[in-house]
């Protein structure tokens, strides 16, 4: 049975800090008392001993989560991110082979250090069951990309945008003047001219898309719809080859990525111990009659 002194006995919460002092004192002695530092001393820690920025450059990085498929998941993953001054390039969220398991797909820009400190940080959120940096393995990409082209010609790009007033456009009282002859507007001569432009656009967008394994989805009189899945790389170099013939709007989905699959090889070739026994004396009673 131990007894303690009345006097040093916690009774609220200044009390208990002072007898858990108490008993340090009594078993560890008294506490050394360390010199307050001086005003010098002070300002000379805080410009040399203050770590500088990092002068790494900053890397592109994939993280993979599997999370809980709930409401809220999603802005506070976001958010975690945010507060570090991450800029999320792509961000994509689809269900898994397991219902209650959603998988998030976020690519950006940041370094290593950074990095890691983020993903831990993840982990430790409570829907969040595993965080993976896919930056530094062997990966399959894939992004969706969806871009609506005109066909008529980027000299047209302005009279096909949404934006266009109604007041902007040419009334023509007379039946018989066509509205491509001689006008400022356009500059085909017949309408024959202007059909063969538009299918000769039409051609050209059509095997540039054919180049890149993309495929036609939709073909209207001013403009057709492309549709392409590839690495993001190749869809930024489709975009930009579609740019001179004027790209009316563009919808991409996002990264997602998965690790490739190791390639093991089932036959190992023969190494020398299977031939250890070649040289050896044959034991003529071990062999057959005649």
């Known amino acids: 049975m131990r007894f303690y002194n009345k006097s ?84 994509v969220v689809a269900n898994t082979e397991v219902p209650d398991l959603s998988r998030m797909t976020v690519v950006f820009n ?6 890691e400190q983020a993903r831990r940080q993840l982990e430790d959120l409570v829907p969040v069951w595993a965080v993976l940096d896919y930056t530094k393995t062997k990966l399959v990409e894939r992004e969706l990309l969806l871009i609506k082209i005109s066909i008529l010609g980027p000299e047209h790009l302005h009279e096909q945008m949404p934006t266009t007033r109604l007041d902007d456009t040419v009334e023509f009282a007379d039946e018989n003047v066509s509205p491509l002859k001689n006008t400022d507007k356009f500059k085909y001569n017949t309408p024959s001219d202007a059909l063969r432009e538009t299918f000769s656009h039409l051609r050209a967008v059509t095997e540039l898309t054919k180049l890149f394994d993309g495929k036609v989805v939709d073909v209207s009189s001013d403009s057709m719809i492309v549709e392409l899945c590839a690495k993001p ?16 709007e563009a919808s991409r989905t996002g990264v997602m990525a998965m690790p490739r699959a190791p390639v093991h090889d089932h036959y190992e070739p023969q190494t020398e111990h299977s031939y250890e026994d070649e040289n050896d004396a044959v034991d003529a009673s071990m062999l057959p009659p005649g």
Request: hydrophobic content about 35%; proline content about 9%; glycine content about 8%.
């Open 8 to 91: 040093v006995e916690p009774s609220s919460a200044t009390s208990g800090l002072s007898f858990k002092k108490h008993l340090r004192q009594r078993r560890f002695g008294p506490v050394p008392a360390v010199p307050e530092p001086s005003v010098e001393d002070a300002v000379t820690n805080i410009l040399y001993n203050t770590p500088g920025p990092s002068s790494a450059p900053e890397t592109r990085h994939i993280l993979n989560c599997l999370v809980q498929n709930e409401p809220g998941v999603l802005s506070r993953l976001s958010g975690v991110l945010a507060a570090r001054g991450f800029n999320i390039e792509s961000l």
């Open 110 to 115: 940041g370094r290593n250090v950074q990095i």
């Open 233 to 248: 790389s190749r869809v930024a170099s489709f975009m930009k080859l579609c740019k001179p013939f004027g790209v009316l």
